[in-house]
């Protein structure tokens, strides 16, 4: 029993570390949003990596439900948070440059 529900947790993790991929969707279809919907779209992206990446640390504690699925789920939760935490990084240190 508490092995379905780690899977369905891990799967979710996946699919939700996997989310933010959607933005390419419309720079691949040449579709130009407006501003608000940007905004809300980058909100999105990183509330999905949040809590892609807190959901498969959950996953890959557990020694029992540690498989290549949660695993891969946490490097790509991981890459996303490090890429995030990256371009916040650089915005700071331009704005204190100037």
């Not at 999105?44 to 891969?72: M, P, Q, T, W």
Request: charged residues 10%.
């Amino acid at each position: 029993m508490e092995n379905k529900k780690y899977k369905k947790l891990s799967i979710a993790a996946v699919l939700i570390s996997v989310l933010p991929l959607a933005t390419f969707i419309p720079s691949l279809l040449s579709i130009t949003l407006c501003d608000e919907v940007r905004s809300v779209w980058a909100g999105v992206n990183i509330l999905s990596v949040l809590i892609g990446f807190v959901l498969s640390v959950i996953c890959v504690k557990n020694h029992d439900s540690r498989n290549a699925v949660n695993i891969i789920g946490t490097v790509i939760s991981s890459l996303w948070l490090l890429l995030i935490c990256g371009i916040l990084a650089l915005a700071v240190f331009l704005n204190f440059i100037q």
